[in-house]
């Protein structure tokens, strides 16, 4: 539970101004959170070996290099709404200054 000289320390850092009204709702608002942070702590929770939560594991797959045949190639860049050469032409959205 937070007090009132907590509250009214915590307003002057802030430096706001609060009267008794917002004192009172202040501190039943301050008393919920801090009442569902305490059930937050009481949530078990997995770790890994190296002291991560959740145990994320990143897949990878091997880089693969496919030749396209010349026609396959050119029925895709034909698909292609702009083009320069053997390449897919697109807006430029970087300016060089």
Do not use: W
Request: hydrophobic letters at 40%; charged letters at 40%.
């Amino acid at each position: 539970m937070i007090t009132v000289k907590e509250l009214e320390h915590l307003a002057t850092l802030s430096r706001i101004k609060l009267s008794e009204e917002d004192k009172k709702s202040l501190i039943k608002e301050f008393d919920s959170i801090l009442a569902y942070v305490d059930q937050l702590k009481k949530v078990p929770v997995k770790m890994d070996a190296e002291g991560r939560v959740g145990a994320v594991k990143n897949v990878m797959r091997p880089d693969v290099v496919e030749s396209v045949s010349p026609e396959d190639r050119e029925r895709l860049l034909d698909e292609a709404p702009d083009r320069e050469g053997d390449f897919i032409a697109v807006k430029k959205i970087i300016a060089q200054d």
